[in-house]
């Protein structure tokens, strides 16, 4: 069996990967006389098939996300919890992902879960303490929708879509600022849980970072909620920020990775937007 | 993290080592991300994987000590008689086919397989890619990628014939 010279270098290959027109053709052609380059072009489709079928797709090993994650996420912010010790076992992992980024990642991650669960709704907590007192469950949720790149379920820049979207999937229709003029576009909107209930997140970027703000209506009437709202008060935990506030009877948390000055600006800037839409409601 | 299974693949067989592909794929995805917002949708995929497949060449020049240009140069360019067309196999048909869906047997093959020969097999036999893709993944033109395939397919073929 030994295929003709000035065939053999097509013989490999699949009839649609011979890009040059004609060639198709008038291999067949040539096929159809010569047995010896038959054979072996048969040859050839049977190793072809056999590697698709047969030769190992090696999936992503399941920590290798998380690593990614980890060091994705950025180095822990100076007010951040960094004492929980990472867990014994993982220091080869750490080292792998490269030290600090990932210890603190993982202690994130560990003191995310620790708080999670403990913290009950309460309703009658002012709304205000009450976000507080859940950073972590929003920056849990806003880390998870990162990383498993489920950030929007309505996208769109346009609060005229990302508004209707959330109707009837809430009890509460939520206000949907547009900070672009400020510069924080929006992504879009999904709809999260939090604390047993079901929660507006809308998505805005500033550059490269991401922010959720998660809005619902606030548990108490806001009192005097009148004025230059609440400033918002800001935390933070492990490089994701929070801040918190009231206004017009909507209570928000922004989470983010932004630079918290930025951050603590975005809050500023919503709760002012959140105010003149109740106060000159007609320009809604 | 999208692409992640396809990004992992390509590295493990390029690297051929689980511990360097996987940082190879960490190191990608990085340098993905700072490029770029996120990575979601088809478009990104070859640009995705260009990274690390470009990864882990570096990746496989510092374990080589800097000799990856030399292969892979010497790979393309070398013994033509290596891809196998220049000789017949006395292998039978049967044989061959058997061999080839031997798993272990095939994949030691296609390890054994020249970097330029075994990137081009692997995105187009594995990741399904096509010419366009792969034409943007390695940044070659369309006629190299048919030439490199037809090639890396001989090479194959006779690899697997020589055991």
Known sequence: MKPCLEWAHLLPLAPEELTEPGLAQSLALHLGDCADCSTRQSLYAGVRTATRATATRHPAPRLLQDRIAAALAPPPAATAVTATPSPPGRGFWIGLAGGWLAAGALACALAVSLLLGPVPWNARQAPSTLALDNTAAYIDNHARALV?????????????????????????????????????????????YVDHRSVAVLVYRRRQHVIDVYVWPAAAPAPASTSAAPPGRERGSLGYHSVAGNAAGMSYVAVSDLDPVELADLGRIFAQDLQTQATGGTLQ | MPHLDAAYNLARWLTRNDSDAQDVVQDAYLRAFRAFDGLRGDVMRPWLLAIVR??????????????????????LHGDPDADGEGRAHPLDPETLAMRAQDRRRLDAAICRLPVPFREVLILRELQECSYEEIVQILDIPAGTVMSRLSRARARLLALLAAE
């Open chain 1, 148 to 192: 498993t790149q489920h950030l929007v379920d309505v996208d769109s820049s346009s609060r005229h879509t990302v508004k209707p979207w959330f109707r009837g999937r809430l009890d509460y229709a939520p206000p949907v600022p547009d900070l672009a003029p400020q510069g924080y576009p929006l992504v879009g909107g999904r709809l999260d």
């Open chain 2, 54 to 75: 470009n990864t882990s060449l570096s990746c496989l020049a510092r374990r080589n000590h800097g000799g990856r240009d030399v292969a892979y140069d010497e790979a």
